[in-house]
């Protein structure tokens, strides 16, 4: 009995101590629901916020990423600085229409704001709450001219591939409004931009307050974590989105592109955009898997993947001329090796990559974590492989064969969820980052 009375004083005191997490984690769900008028906005711009609730009022909070915390795990909401804050906002519930997975939901606007001109480039969290029931969205602000060297590509294109709002995404198709149905390996044929993200929202509140694994991290995770990183690191960076690079979002006055997670879902034009970027002499760190990969055109605020007609199928980029400019950005391709599978990488050769790691040849990089999984892009480009993977992958660097600029390339989706817990991993990556900004 007493060890009954102890373990009841344990857990009320875990309770108190994740307050808020415990009150987020039960709150009821699609009472709110939000998104906004455009993927990113400049710093000057108007930003407009579509809202849909049964509540006559809601309140709004935005939070810059970085808590004032070193800590990576259990985080209190509590130590995210408060950037904007707007209460009592005038709210009602608005109808979807029946395509609005495909055609977008077509909201009125219910709130508009400008933040402070000071505002630094970053992704920030919006916050819409009432009482217990809670809905976040993320807000990516975007500069017009470079405020450093860095230039960090959001996957906003995969983010709503995989967005089932209302019924369907690029993988799931559960409406009963079948119009825009493809089959069941690859469902809608459209998504919109244009609709609220619930589990976008739920992903954010589990990396606000318990951190993650490194398994199966992307969406929103991936950038999130890397972000988190470069601000632990010193690593100055603008930020930029699939949207905006595919309008020729000016990339070409920076040293470095830098891609992350699952940069999977492109066009033409984005491909086109950072091949320029190369011929200008720029620098691209790849620290993705699955990367430019599927072939898709962008109508507004519509993705439409491109569709072989008589297989009935979704296209990749696979035997596509355009490979070859894939392949001098990236230094390799995505072909289904190593699908949900995770690995580590071991050292194959001495380079300055691993200066401060103290790796041997032939050793692992990681201690607990693996790197190097989910999805995994093979090598094709065998330069300068400094370190080997299955598959025929591994960590690489070679000079662009187009301007003087290099690659570094990892080749894999989980390589930016284990930085912050591998310090090999994390240490070379800062050794090619700091690298690439002095030449």
């Known amino acids: ?125 919006i916050k819409l709450y009432n009482g217990l029931t809670i809905h976040y969205l993320i807000l990516l602000i975007k500069n017009r001219t470079p405020s450093a060297k860095n230039i960090v590509l959001m996957n906003t294109n995969t983010w709503q591939a995989y967005n089932n709002f209302d019924g369907a995404s690029l993988y799931t198709y559960t409406s009963p409004h079948k119009k825009y149905f493809l089959d069941t390996n690859r469902p809608s044929t459209q998504v919109s931009y244009q609709r609220p993200f619930p589990k976008q929202s739920s992903m954010i509140l589990n990396y606000i307050q318990l951190g993650q694994k490194y398994k199966g991290l992307h969406i929103v995770y991936s950038e999130l974590i890397f972000l988190k990183w470069c601000k632990l690191n010193n690593i ?43 011929i200008q002499n720029g620098n691209i760190i790849s620290l993705g898997g699955n990367s430019l990969y599927r072939e898709i055109k962008l109508n507004n605020n519509i993705i439409i993947p491109v569709i072989n007609q008589k297989t009935n199928t979704t296209i990749s980029y696979f035997n596509n001329p355009i490979k070859s400019k894939i392949i001098n950005i990236i230094g390799g391709f995505f072909n289904g090796a190593g699908m949900d599978k995770y690995y580590d990488y071991s050292k194959s050769k001495n380079h300055w990559i691993y200066f401060d790691t103290n790796l041997k040849i032939g050793q692992n990089i990681c201690k607990k974590y693996k790197p190097l999984g989910h999805e995994i892009d093979i090598i094709v480009n065998n330069s300068n492989i400094l370190a080997k993977g299955p598959f025929n992958s591994g960590l690489i660097m070679f000079n662009s064969h187009v301007g003087t600029g290099r690659v570094f390339a990892s080749g894999s989706i989980t390589y930016c969820s284990c930085l912050l817990y591998e310090p090999n991993l994390s240490t070379i990556t800062a050794n090619v980052i700091k690298n690439f900004e002095k030449k």
């Open 1 to 125: 009995m007493k060890n009954c009375y102890y373990l009841y004083i344990i857990i009320f005191l875990l309770i108190l101590h994740n307050y808020q997490y415990v009150k987020e984690y039960f709150s009821p769900i699609n009472k709110i629901l939000a998104y906004l008028s455009k993927p990113s906005y400049y710093i000057d711009e108007e930003i407009e916020l579509k809202i849909s609730s049964i509540f006559n009022i809601c309140n709004l909070q935005i939070f810059n990423i970085h808590p004032s915390t070193n800590k990576i795990r259990h985080i209190s909401i509590d130590d995210y600085k408060i950037i904007y804050e707007k209460k009592g906002i005038k709210t009602k519930q608005q109808s979807t229409p029946a395509y609005s997975f495909a055609e977008g939901c077509n909201w009125t606007t219910t709130y508009s704001f400008k933040l402070n001109q000071n505002l630094k480039s970053d992704m920030y969290i």
């Open 236 to 278: 100055q960076y603008d930020i930029t989105t699939d949207y905006d690079l595919h309008n020729n979002y000016d990339i070409y006055s920076y040293k470095t592109f830098i891609l992350c997670g699952h940069p999977e879902y492109w066009t033409t034009q984005m491909i086109n955009n950072v091949y320029k970027f190369q």
